[in-house]
């Protein structure tokens, strides 16, 4: 099978077409990088014909919670209008098999932890409010037409894959571990957003997934979906919270280094706590995280970060 996958040459997005192809699937990137943006229809309709795709994984997302308060046109614009207008073309292409990158961001503050993929979504910044757009709008393409997807809210992509050929450099990078990271290697001190939560430590909880564990996730979603199985939706976490403090603690620990830190006022937009019930995920695709405990997690990060 040929699978497209649309952000490509991004962290998650060029681990998972990796992961693809180490299973014999055949991948087509599509990647702004290469100059393809998502919001170019007539584009995305000539390779989706011309390269005789069968099934897409849709990656290309602008992620920054921050930089989507500052900027909401250009995340509702790419995130919701670029993902519109690659399902029309799939339609059009007549391919009706999608796998959606979501985020946890669509819950907000959650009611409960850990969250449910039933549980309210009340999105606190337009970064979860576009992608919960999307997975609305392929609700309907689901059932107005032949069209199948499988949305994947992921909690914190993290990781480095284990030969530390791919890991997290985003730029500008908005993510705790790189950043922590590259904040010990520079010598720098690090700026930590927020120390006033209504946490134990009072810095905020995320569940931490290894990205190579969010790979596998993936493809058994497209397998399934190649297999017949209904549009539907999956928390893609492990279940277990850490806070930033204890994140930073292991990396220290792993890295052998100390830190110096300065406490800044929380970013607008961040939840208190966002941890995963994956059991939907777990019992349905008999997933199981393999590299999620955090201390696989920073090493392989830390050894991508410094290696040589």
């Not at 991004?10 to 998972?16: K, M, T």
């Not at 689901?142 to 809210?153: E, G, H, P, V, Y």
Request: glycine share 6%.
């Amino acid at each position: 099978m040929k699978v497209l996958v649309t952000g490509g040459q991004g962290y998650i997005g060029s681990i998972v077409a990796q992961e693809l192809m180490k299973q014999n699937f055949e991948v087509e990137i599509y990647d702004l990088k290469n100059q393809q943006d998502i919001l170019n229809e007539e584009l995305l309709l000539s390779i989706l014909k011309n390269k005789k795709i069968e099934a897409v994984m849709h990656f290309a997302a602008y992620i920054e919670m921050g930089e989507s308060m500052l900027n909401p046109t250009k995340y509702f614009e790419n995130n919701f209008l670029g993902s519109a207008i690659l399902i029309n073309s799939m339609i059009k292409a007549g391919i009706n098999k999608l796998i959606f990158s979501s985020t946890a961001g669509v819950y907000g503050n959650p009611e409960r932890v850990p969250i449910k993929e039933i549980d309210r979504k009340i999105p606190e910044n337009p970064y979860g409010e576009s992608k919960l757009m999307v997975e609305q709008l392929l609700d309907y393409y689901s059932r107005t037409n032949d069209f199948k997807s499988i949305s994947l809210r992921y909690f914190n992509a993290s990781g480095a894959t284990l030969d530390k050929k791919i890991g997290e450099n985003h730029q500008p990078e908005s993510h705790l571990i790189p950043n922590v990271i590259k904040a010990i290697i520079q010598k720098k001190e690090f700026k930590l957003f927020g120390a006033d939560y209504p946490t134990p430590d009072g810095t905020c909880i995320r569940d931490y997934i290894h990205v190579l564990d969010l790979a596998n996730a993936h493809i058994l979603a497209l397998k399934a979906l190649i297999n017949g199985h209904k549009t539907d939706i999956y928390n893609c976490g492990t279940g277990k919270g850490y806070s930033n403090n204890q994140v930073i603690e292991m990396i220290k620990n792993v890295s052998g280094n100390n830190l110096k830190i300065k406490i800044e006022s929380r970013r607008p937009g961040d939840a208190n706590e966002l941890v995963a019930d994956s059991s939907k995920l777990q019992n349905e695709f008999n997933w199981k995280p393999q590299y999620s405990d955090l201390k696989t997690i920073i090493q392989s990060a830390w050894q991508w970060h410094t290696r040589q």
